[in-house]
């Protein structure tokens, strides 16, 4: 479908329903673990605060898996998770 000149499609989001949201939290936990444990961190683009939540979740998963503490910070943006520097020593 042709838009008018000038115009941009408005993005819509869907939210996540409940099995959707618990079988992201599964999936992504094994793909963030797998990064911690080899790089030490993980970043990804989370630019709504259902992303953010999201992967919030996903660190405190992640962190229980491997029991070490995780942490994760976001900007806006980005989210980032990595292991707690009180884990390093």
Known sequence: MAHPLGTQPVLRRTPLDAEERARSELTFASLVAE??????????????????????????????????????YANGRYIVITFSEASAG
């Open 35 to 72: 990064h911690l444990t080899t790089s030490g961190r993980f970043r990804v683009s989370a630019d709504t605060p259902e992303m953010v939540e999201l992967f919030q979740a996903v660190a405190r998963r992640v962190g229980e898996q491997l029991q070490r503490p995780v942490i994760s």
